[in-house]
């Protein structure tokens, strides 16, 4: 069959190419973007972090800390126009605690047309979702163990691919020094159906991280190291957050990644801030309000916010 895509289309095509080598040479990269705003203003260093329902993305034992019902809404604009949605909760379950999560991204609605131009049929939505569920285990005091799963569906005109992926983790906290370690084996899977598209190889990775409140500077720093299996390429990023204030409510964040080299496309001024990533934090009663931006370089930049419940206290 005759590709009958518009150049809107091609862009759509071109995205999932830009960001497959940015990130490496596997295949469905989204899976890799966080939507999380906190997580994006920290360039996704986030294996180590616990107590967040976004950890259920990452790392699912991370989930451990999270001792009341919790929640998150956030909304991403990504490049040429690509937005995504992420809505996800936790709360505890039996000894350990649950997750679930939705994500969408939404590349656009797009004519159908042949090789000269011209319409050939009813406009076509593209997309990508996938539904996580994952669990936490506690294997002993502050050591715990999780598991999630995603069912990943695409839908890219005449291109679809239904997967489901598994993600394994392990996080042990000490709490006296502030400190956490993650490890995660992450993006596992399998195919439950797919056409031309189910041949892209899966975004297999070997991740560990350490996450650390410094003693005696207002600042929590996260450093991850990615191995991707595939390829056997390896990606290093470091976040910070600082705390502004002393009432622990305004939060300055940033991060940087080796995909910097990746990222540089000889655009003066914009390559300076290739691979990094700043954001702001604040919170209001019970609720957390986060903005994150990671720049691309020349390509453009991401911009994502999040709204979110705090734990009780």
């Known amino acids: 069959m005759a590709w009958r895509y518009s150049l809107a289309s091609l862009l759509i095509l071109l995205f999932l190419g830009l960001t497959a080598d940015i990130a ?19 360039n996704g260093a986030y294996i180590a972090e616990t107590g967040d329902v976004s950890s259920l993305l990452w790392n699912p034992a991370g989930l451990q800390q999270i001792n009341s019902l919790r929640g998150g809404i956030s909304f991403q604009q990504h490049l040429l126009d690509v937005n995504a949605t992420e809505l996800l ?20 609605q797009f004519e159908q047309r042949d090789r000269q131009g011209n319409i050939t049929g009813s406009d076509v939505n593209a997309y990508e979702g996938w539904l996580t569920t994952g669990y936490s285990y506690p294997l002993a005091e502050n050591i715990a163990l999780g598991l999630s799963l995603q069912f990943f569906h695409r839908n890219l005109a005449d ?33 439950l159906g797919s056409s ?26 996260f450093l991850d190291g990615e191995y991707q299996v595939n390829d056997s390429a390896v ?14 409510n305004l939060f300055l964040r940033f991060g940087v990644s080796t995909d910097r080299v990746q990222q540089q496309t000889q ?30 370089g020349g390509a453009g930049m991401i911009h994502a916010v999040t709204l979110k419940n705090l734990p009780l206290k």
Do not use: C, M
């Open 235 to 248: 990606r290093a990023l470091l976040g910070g957050e600082f705390t502004i204030t002393e009432t622990d």
């Open 267 to 296: 655009v003066v001024g914009a390559d300076f801030f290739a691979g990094t990533a700043f954001g702001l934090g604040f919170r209001l009663g019970g609720y957390q309000i986060d903005y994150g931006l990671q720049t691309y």
């Open 89 to 108: 909760g936790a709360r505890p379950l039996w000894k350990g605690v649950i997750g679930i999560g939705i994500d969408y991204w939404n590349y656009g």
């Open 159 to 191: 291109h679809t691919s239904t997967v489901l992926f598994w993600n394994l983790g392990w996080q042990r906290v000490y709490p006296a020094q502030q400190l956490s370690l993650g490890i995660t084996a992450a993006r596992w899977g399998t195919h």
């Open 24 to 42: 490496g040479a596997d295949g469905y990269s989204a899976l890799r973007q966080p939507v999380s705003a906190r997580a994006t203003a920290i």
């Open 196 to 221: 031309d598209l189910g041949s892209e190889p899966f975004p297999k990775q070997l991740i560990a991280g350490v996450t650390k409140q410094l003693a005696h500077l207002p600042l929590k720093l």
